[in-house]
């Protein structure tokens, strides 16, 4: 278009061109080089100034052969768990001087694999990833690469990677136990999708082996509106269930959504237990009685034992983070469950 600016962005040869020097003093000044002199310092950034030049991160990570950056790979932006532990993370990892770049695997090893080939393209210095299961091609590639890795939201200690995260059993075998303790003998287990998802597979082996608890089992996709439906088919008629245990709060919160839609009271009819504490279960009516999971304080820690492995080689030794039993406000069981109700 005529009359149109030009807006070529400045390159390092226009700088040395305008400042009288070569582009090698240029590329020094701008990577702080003590061997520049003041008076050629001064007037290479003065060309830098007048020209708006912004040195190329790819031109510095060639210069000084690091990019600075890590990736986090992790099941999916749609939930509140991931969200926060990606919000610690990132704040983390920039207190070191390091930037994050993040993508997504819906749970799929093969994809996975093909966003880590991705990352390492681009020159990610390390990795954050979700659990301990992953695919040979991926970890192949961390072999090959020597790239540091950090597995989290899973505690293993004998896994090859370093863990930082929580033992899953135990934090569902912690909702499993408030529940024994009011006398539900008949609970309904809601989960997500298993195949591919450690997680999930380690927290329904805490119902292995419990032959005075009778559990339905219910697998669904991780919405509220799955686990809507789900309660309101289950408890429309009489079915001895007492007590719903979500294995995450997106379906606990979609349960108790289902209830009150039937007119059943929770916790006084039903009572309903979740796992991960998202912020929005404090603020249900009642209050939603849940599992904590300290995402945060998994974001803040996987980011020091990542940068630390980064910048110092110093490979980070397994963490376990401690869950809790948030608002344990569940109701006694009643003797023969809902059907008290009809």
Same mark, same amino acid.
């Given at each position: 278009?005529?009359?149109?600016?030009?807006?070529?962005?400045?390159?390092?040869?226009?700088?040395?061109?305008?400042?009288?020097?070569?582009?090698?003093?240029?590329?020094?000044? =701008?990577?702080?080089?003590?061997?520049?002199?003041?008076?050629?310092? *001064?007037?290479?950034?003065?060309?830098? @100034? $007048? !020209?708006?030049f912004v040195p190329s991160a790819a031109a510095r990570s060639i210069n000084s052969g690091r990019t600075h950056v890590v990736g986090a790979l992790v099941p999916t932006l749609d939930n509140a768990i991931f969200s926060r532990f990606l919000d610690a993370l990132e704040e983390g990892l920039a207190g070191h001087g390091l930037s994050l770049?993040?993508?997504?695997?819906?749970?799929?090893?093969?994809?996975?694999?093909?966003?880590?080939?991705?990352? =390492?393209?681009i020159g990610v210095e390390g990795l954050i990833v979700s659990g *301990?299961?992953?695919?040979?091609?991926? @970890? $192949? !590639?961390?072999?090959?690469?020597?790239?540091?890795?950090?597995?989290?939201?899973?505690?293993d200690p004998s896994y090859h990677l370093p863990?930082?995260?929580?033992?899953?059993?135990?934090?569902?075998?912690?909702?499993?136990?408030?529940?024994?303790e009011t006398g539900h003998q008949v609970i309904a287990v809601y989960h997500g999708p298993s195949a591919g998802n450690d997680r999930t597979r380690a927290r329904l082996r805490a119902f292995r082996n419990d032959s005075q608890v009778e559990f339905r089992f219910c697998a669904m996709p991780l919405d509220v509106l799955a686990a809507s439906n789900a309660a309101r088919r289950d408890f429309a008629e009489p079915s001895g269930i007492t007590a719903v245990l979500a294995l995450s709060d997106v379906l606990a919160q979609g349960a108790l959504f289902g209830l009150q839609t039937l007119g059943i009271s929770v916790p006084g009819e039903v009572s309903v237990v979740g796992i991960d504490d998202l912020p929005s279960s404090a603020a249900t009516t009642p209050a939603l009685t849940t599992v904590r999971l300290p995402v945060r304080e998994m974001g803040q820690r996987a980011a020091t034992a990542l940068a630390n492995w980064v910048e110092d080689g110093m490979r980070p030794s397994p963490e376990r983070l401690e869950t809790k039993v948030m608002r344990p406000s569940c109701s006694l069981a009643p003797v023969v469950g809902n059907l008290l109700r009809r």
């Open positions: 278009m005529a009359g149109a600016p030009d807006r070529k962005r400045a390159t390092l040869r226009d700088v040395a061109q305008m400042a009288g020097v070569s582009a090698a003093t240029v590329s020094r000044v =701008v990577n702080a080089n003590a061997l520049v002199s003041e008076g050629t310092r *001064v007037r290479v950034q003065a060309a830098i @100034d $007048a !020209l708006h770049v993040v993508a997504t695997t819906k749970d799929d090893p093969d994809r996975e694999a093909e966003r880590a080939r991705g990352f =390492v393209d *301990v299961t992953h695919s040979p091609v991926l @970890d $192949a !590639l961390i072999e090959k690469r020597e790239l540091p890795v950090v597995a989290t939201s899973y505690f863990t930082v995260g929580y033992d899953n059993e135990s934090a569902a075998r912690s909702a499993l136990g408030l529940l024994r």
